[in-house]
């Protein structure tokens, strides 16, 4: 039987989508040659809200693009299809926020840095996620976090985002 606990509800991912466009405004100064991607999928609805969160504050648009990382894995899964990236603007010259909802082990992140320098060569490659959950394999560090949850291996940590599965939650899950 799974255990199930709520870490955080609609208005704590509210506060904290809040917060971290706050810090990314705060750290660039503005939005002077900034620009978000998200990782698919909940990274792209995060980095969506971040950049709408954004326009509300600064009334300035921030470019946002959708990465799809799957032809830079390292893990040997093929891609099912074609590559489903959109981003519709250069990112080279750019300060680019990669949005993911959670970080673990930094082999998405390390993909997602792959497939945005294919692209171009931004001036600097930033990460916000929503969740960091530690169990780095990588010497990768988010530069944003919603919210720092330590975990075991045998813990599951799911995001749900209203846009996809019809509410904002983060639950963590122990596995038996």
Do not use: W
């Not at 530690?134 to 530069?143: K, V």
């Amino acid at each position: 039987m799974e255990h199930k606990r709520i870490i955080m509800d609609e208005s704590a991912v509210a506060r904290a989508v809040t917060r971290i466009t706050y810090e990314i405004l705060e750290r660039n100064k503005g939005t002077e040659g900034l620009c978000l991607v998200g990782i698919y999928s909940r990274g792209v609805l995060l980095a969506e809200r971040i950049a709408a969160r954004i326009a509300e504050l600064e009334h300035e648009v921030v470019p946002c693009g959708r990465l799809d990382i799957t032809p830079y894995r390292d893990d040997a899964r093929s891609s099912d299809g074609e590559e489903r990236t959109e981003i519709g603007f250069s990112v080279s010259g750019k300060r680019v926020v990669i949005v993911d909802d959670v970080i673990y082990t930094g082999r998405t992140t390390r993909a997602a840095i792959d497939a945005l320098i294919s692209r171009g060569r931004p001036d600097c490659i930033q990460l916000a996620v929503l969740i960091d959950r530690g169990h780095r394999e990588l010497p990768i560090r988010p530069d944003y976090v919603g919210k720092n949850l330590p975990t075991s291996s045998s813990e599951t940590v799911r995001v749900r985002i209203r846009e996809q599965d019809g509410e904002d939650s983060v639950v963590l899950t122990q596995n038996n």
